[in-house]
Each structure stands twice: as C-alpha cells, then as structure tokens.
C-alpha cells in the first residue's frame, strides 16, 4: 500500500497501519543507528526512540518523503546524543586523527567482487568506527543511505559547504586505510 | 618527469584531487569535469587515487541494510503498545 495512504491512516487512529509504515522503515533506521553507534544493544536502543518519536509526532506529517527524512535526522540526533554521552562517562573509544594511517597487513591484488567478503566489511566498518562521531554520520548518510548533499547537511545542522568538506576528509580517510586492498592489477 | 617541473604538476594534482569527491557526486561544472578527466588520463598517480576513492565510495553504497536482531521487531511492537496505552489514559 501506499506510504501517504497508511500515514493518513495512522494519523487517523489506526495502528496496523502506523505498524506497517514501522515495517517499511525499522531495517534502515537500524542499519544508520548501528553504523552511527557500533553497538547492536545501544542501535536498538535507538531504533525504539526514533519511532516512539514518531509516533508523537505523527499529525505533523503532510507526506510521504519528509517521514523518511524525519526518521534519518531522529534516528541521527538519537546516536549521535548517546555518543557525546558515552564520552562524557569516559568510554570513549579513540578516534584516530585523520592523517593517522594504521599498517595493514600486506595482501594480494583484490578483484572487487571478492572485497565484498565479510571480512572487507568488518574492515570498511573498523575503519568507518575511527572517524569524528558527524563525519562518520556524513559517510552513513550520504555515501551508504544515499542521501543527497542538501539533505545530509540540514539533518546534521551543518552548512553545505562544510558538509563537503567532511565528506571530502572522510572519503579521503578511508581511501587511505583502505586501499591497500582497493589496488588493481 | 624532470624535477622542475615537479612543483608544479603537484600543485595541479592538488587541485584536480580536491574536486575528486564532487566529480564522484556528479557536482562539477562540464568544463572542470573535462579537465578533470584530461589529467586522470595523463596523470598515473591521480588515477590510482581516483581509482580508490571511487572503489571505496561504491563499496560503501553497496552495503546493504543490516537485519534487525533477534526479537527486536517484538520488542519495537511493544514498546510501541505501551506508548500508545499510555497516550490513551
Ligand atoms: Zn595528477
């Protein structure tokens, strides 16, 4: 069915159809809580913040694509909150400054398709782990969830300009730790 | 490349890198783009970046949404339930 369709719906008072929009959209809030946070526990924590949010917040919605915008900047504000907190607490896990590069172990030539292993992953995602808190919500938002540049930098409070130039470092940081793997023949 | 000249061919790949993500988004003006593109072709160095910072990009965009964990889907529900019943008294 429609997203604009059940959300008219669930505003009206009907909860099946509030639980199917939570349905549509509950995987990728997770999946942006649980790269933002690293931590499957923390990530769930947050998935049920963003559609508690949700839920009190429903008349406000009009249509269909500020919901899953709205749901990206809740379920950001909401990781990004429990990080500054968790530092406050002294668990901070270093972050590495930008131009540090950690030795890699010297591997063979690598076609694309085989870097898609979970072992690449697991490394794309240690290396995504040692990035600034926003810079690391710039590369899930944009370069994983596919938002456009506009989007990003209004969900993060940042200007577009300085959205670039986040993306630009980060890009940038991750080539760099990850290329070892990334060159061809 | 004789040694003179190196200065400012580096001060060129500086520039032609800081458009490198831009170029990726499809955000560079049609005639920076060319140039851009010009350089890549002639410039060994700027290639193997490009090549990586472009690899790197598409394997993050092909990550895939990660499933929830066991029983979160429950728990969400009725976390949920319990937000609504309160909402109602
Ligand atoms: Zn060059």
């Given at each position: ?94 972050h590495l400054s930008l131009s540090a590069v950690e030795e890699l172990p010297d591997t063979a030539v690598t076609p694309l398709e085989s870097l898609l292993n979970s072992e690449f992953r ?64 | ?89």
């Amino acid at each position: 069915m429609n997203e604009d369709v059940l959300l008219q719906q669930a505003q009206a008072g009907n909860y099946r159809s509030f639980n199917q929009l939570v349905k549509i959209h509950q995987s990728r809030v997770y999946s942006v809580a649980l790269r933002l946070l690293g931590t499957v526990s923390e990530a769930e924590d947050v998935l049920q913040e963003t559609f508690i949010a949700l839920y009190k917040n429903l008349h406000h919605f009009r249509g269909g694509s500020k919901l899953s915008t709205y749901l990206f900047r809740m379920a950001t504000n909401f990781s990004l909150m429990k990080l500054r907190r968790s530092k406050r607490r002294g668990h901070d896990s270093t972050h590495l400054s930008l131009s540090a590069v950690e030795e890699l172990p010297d591997t063979a030539v690598t076609p694309l398709e085989s870097l898609l292993n979970s072992e690449f992953r697991a490394l794309l995602d240690q290396h995504l782990q040692k990035l600034p808190d926003k810079d690391r919500a710039v590369i899930v938002l944009r370069d994983i969830e596919g938002l456009d540049g506009a989007q990003v930098a209004k969900i993060l409070g940042l200007s577009l300009p300085a959205m670039k130039s986040k993306l630009h470092r980060s890009r940038e940081f991750l080539r760099k730790n990850l290329s070892v793997y990334l060159k061809e023949n | 490349m004789s040694k003179i000249m190196n200065k400012n061919i580096d001060h060129h790949c500086k520039r032609m890198t800081s458009a490198f993500s831009d170029y990726l988004d499809n955000r560079l003006k049609k005639q920076l783009c060319q140039r851009l593109e010009v350089h890549l072709a002639e410039c060994p160095d700027c290639k193997m970046y490009f090549d990586t910072l472009k690899m790197t990009v598409t394997l993050y965009r092909s990550l895939e949404q990660e499933p929830l964990p066991e029983g979160a889907e429950k728990r969400l529900f009725a976390t949920i339930k319990l937000a609504r019943s309160k909402n109602r008294t």
